[in-house]
């Protein structure tokens, strides 16, 4: 078992834990009860520092989102009562937790280790573009994320349609594309060498019956694979949700909770998003046994989180995290811009520098506001990582992290709200191929020469 | 005691104490329309801030609800000529297979603060649900949400089924969500497509007149 624990428990305290409406749920429960935290523990954010270097604050912060995933408990929706636990629950659960798993199968497995801050160890890179695409393209798309040398995990491209149907939530055409993706990508990582990679799958399953479908160790989602449950923001579940967590703990793979709280809504500005992020860590093992936690805080109006606002929460969320347990989590990066910018990469390479200094493990790169088909590529999720290894083999401090930070958020940040949506997959990448065209290298290439004048040390 | 007063006090999210100064204005005969008007404009304000993050939701949830509980203060005050300025009855929710509610639940906030009545549907709704409540309440509009191409065609089937029961004129259909467009609101044969809730409110006023 990874950290899957008491599974029955949670079912049966989500049918007789307290009642309360569901629209009193937020308003009178979570956002007082954060709010107070945020005072009570003196938590404060500060635009000029995107990554401070505050342990203090970050241990404060710790605390304040234990103390909120215990006083507000998660929500389940069909039940209409909360999922409660108690501090000793937490305390089990942490030291029960390894800090360390394998992943992946034969020569492509991987170990996958908690990172500290300032870690010299490089963070675990999941690439994922984080988005639908055409059926024709999807296969292509595969191939070029895995033709990736840094990447350790692979979440693939969502689609739309398979064998020319619309996949319809919870039909048949949704099974049938659950596993047409699951081909697609065993397919491609078996053409390129490197058939055992970890992957988290399938995307294309919204119900939870379509990722019923594919656990199969032979052709499907492997028990060396992970899986993702998403919690309903803020703090909520459903049984739909809970259907999912119970079947991979008893299929026995790697289960990932899927949060993304949100910068402006129910948890309010930078200081809520930190200290959630950190309570969702905590709902993740204790309610879903997650074995690692896949975060994306993101901006109400940009649906981004590569803005100081939210590198800032990303950044102590992240040293909070890394202080004081065990755990395992990625930070999941959303751009403003679509690929073939400049301003992609920068974003990129600036959220994956925050969050590797602050001791998360990467998982890039969501880019054009996570919105539009076809919109994303390997090369920006490449110059993050890359960025990731360089500064945590460099041992970057976070003062010097900081100071690089700002250099590139002056290059992006005035045009968040209005920045380009960038070119689709197949303009930017050879789609036969799978290789990127001479000018989209040529760009990348470009501004990681620029990054590395900033003191990015890249090793290669 | 002044509406200025009110005004700041509805602002901020204090229902009793607006509740107290509410009464207090009537009292020494402030015209209940004067009131609603002044707040209405004040609502606006705090619907801009809201749009540019200046402040959060839950502060802007905290007014509503202080302007909810003056109304309801105010509006048995009025006289039987003077009519409360509602722009019309919701329901919304969002489709069948979807749980991204986060859109929905502003869209929501954004119509109740412009003065709609609206009946929440909650997520994963059934067509049939959607026309089944506006029925029941006597709505004018039906609302419904959907974040994935692979829920958009539970839109299509409200508009559908409203075809199928004789009930297509009765309800303005609204549509909206990250993936939708006015191309697909134009070929489901919806009334309306709002890309965000900023501009929803105005937009369904503009179509009821
Ligand atoms: C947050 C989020 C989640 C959260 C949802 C939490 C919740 N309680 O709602 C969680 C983690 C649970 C989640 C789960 C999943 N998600 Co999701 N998610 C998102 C994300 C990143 C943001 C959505 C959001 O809340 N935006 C913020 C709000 C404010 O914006 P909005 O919803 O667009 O609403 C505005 C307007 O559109 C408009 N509007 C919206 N509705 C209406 C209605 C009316 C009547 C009107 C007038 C206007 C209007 O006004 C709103 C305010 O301005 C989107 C990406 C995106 N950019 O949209 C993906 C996205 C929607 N998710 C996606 C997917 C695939 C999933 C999962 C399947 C992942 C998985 N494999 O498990 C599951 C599906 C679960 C299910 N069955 O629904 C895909 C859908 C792809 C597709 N097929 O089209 C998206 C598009 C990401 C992507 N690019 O691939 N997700």
Redesign the interface.
């Known amino acids: 078992m990874t950290t899957a624990y008491r599974v029955w428990e949670m079912m049966e305290r989500s049918k007789t834990g307290p009642h309360i409406e569901?629209d009193d749920f937020l308003?009178k429960l979570f956002?007082p009860t954060l709010?107070k935290l945020i005072t009570k523990y003196e938590i404060k954010f500060d635009p000029e520092t995107p990554l401070p270097s505050d342990d203090a604050m970050a241990d404060r912060i710790w605390q304040a989102g234990w103390d909120l995933f215990r006083k507000v408990g998660i929500y389940n929706?069909d039940s209409h009562r909360i999922i409660q636990v108690s501090d000793e629950e937490i305390k089990e659960a942490l030291y029960v937790a390894k800090d360390r798993y394998w992943v992946g199968a034969g020569k492509d497995a991987k170990l996958w280790k908690h990172r500290q801050v300032e870690d010299t160890e490089p963070p675990f890179c999941i690439y994922s573009p984080d988005i639908?695409v055409d059926e024709h393209l999807h296969h292509s798309m595969c191939a070029a994320y895995l033709k990736e040398p840094l990447l350790d995990g692979f979440c693939a491209p969502i689609l739309?349609n398979a064998v020319g149907q619309?996949?319809?939530?919870?039909g048949p055409t949704?099974i049938n594309g659950c596993i047409q993706h699951i081909y697609n990508m065993r397919a491609a990582a078996r053409q390129l060498g490197r058939p055992g990679t970890f992957f988290v799958a399938v995307g294309t399953a919204?119900?939870d019956s379509g990722q019923i479908a594919v656990s199969d160790n032979e052709w499907g989602v492997r028990t060396t694979d992970s899986r993702l449950v998403?919690t309903?923001?803020e703090f909520k579940t459903?049984n739909?949700l809970l259907n999912r967590s119970v079947h991979y703990a008893q299929y026995g793979c790697y289960t990932g909770n899927l949060t993304g709280p949100?910068?402006?809504?129910?948890c309010?500005?930078s200081e809520g998003i930190a200290v959630t992020l950190v309570a969702y860590s905590l709902n993740g093992l204790l309610i879903h046994g997650a074995m690692f936690n896949q975060h994306f805080p993101f901006?109400?109006?940009w649906g981004s989180n590569t803005t100081r606002e939210l590198l800032w929460s990303i950044a102590m969320a992240g040293q909070a995290m890394a202080r004081n347990s065990k755990l395992l989590y990625t930070s999941n990066g959303f751009a403003n811009a679509g690929p073939m910018t400049e301003m992609l990469f920068y974003e990129t390479a600036c959220h994956a520098l925050v969050s590797t200094v602050s001791g998360w493990h990467l998982w890039e790169m969501a880019s054009t506001r996570n919105?539009y088909r076809n919109r994303a590529t390997p090369m920006e999720a490449r110059l993050g990582v890359e960025v990731g290894h360089a500064v945590a083999n460099m041992g970057m401090k976070r003062e010097q992290a900081n100071e690089i930070a700002l250099k590139m958020l002056a290059t992006y940040e005035d045009e968040a709200a209005t920045a380009s949506k960038g070119k689709e997959y197949q303009e930017c990448y050879d789609v036969q191929k799978a290789l990127p065209t001479p000018e989209h290298y040529d760009m990348y290439r470009r501004v990681k020469d620029e990054i590395a004048d900033m003191g990015v040390e890249f090793p290669f | 005691m002044s509406l200025k007063q009110l005004s700041k006090l509805v602002a901020d999210g204090e229902k009793e104490e607006s509740e107290a100064l509410a009464r207090e204005l009537l009292a020494q005969g402030t015209d209940p329309i004067e009131i609603l008007d002044d707040l209405t404009r004040t609502m606006d304000r705090v619907g801009e801030l809201f749009?540019n993050?200046d402040i959060?939701?839950?502060e802007i949830?905290?007014a509503g609800e202080a302007l909810t509980a003056v109304v309801d203060i105010v509006k048995p005050k009025l006289k039987s000529t003077q009519r409360l300025p509602s722009k019309g009855k919701v329901v919304i929710g969002t489709v069948?297979?979807?749980?991204h509610?986060?859109g929905k639940n502003?869209v929501k906030l954004m119509l109740e603060t412009n003065g709609f009545e609206v009946k929440d549907l909650?997520y994963d709704v059934d067509p049939l649900d959607f026309i089944k409540a506006a029925e029941e309440i006597g709505a004018d509009f039906i609302g419904a949400s959907s974040l994935?191409?692979?829920?958009m065609?539970r839109q299509q089937e409200i508009i559908e089924f409203l075809k199928d029961k004789g009930l297509r004129g009765k309800y303005k259909v609204v549509i909206g969500g990250?993936?939708t467009t006015q191309i697909w609101a134009d070929k489901i044969g919806a009334d309306l497509y709002c890309e965000d809730a900023n501009c929803a409110a105005d937009k369904m006023v503009a179509i009821s007149t």
């Not at chain 2, 994935?148 to 829920?151: A, L, N, S, V």
């Open positions: 569901e308003p956002t709010k929706t639908t739309e619309l996949i319809e939530s919870g949704e919204e119900h998403g309903l923001t459903a739909t949100i910068y402006g809504g129910w309010g500005g901006h109400l109006n919105k | 749009a993050l959060f939701l839950p949830i905290l069948k297979g979807d749980l509610e986060i502003i909650c994935m191409t692979t829920t065609p990250a993936p």
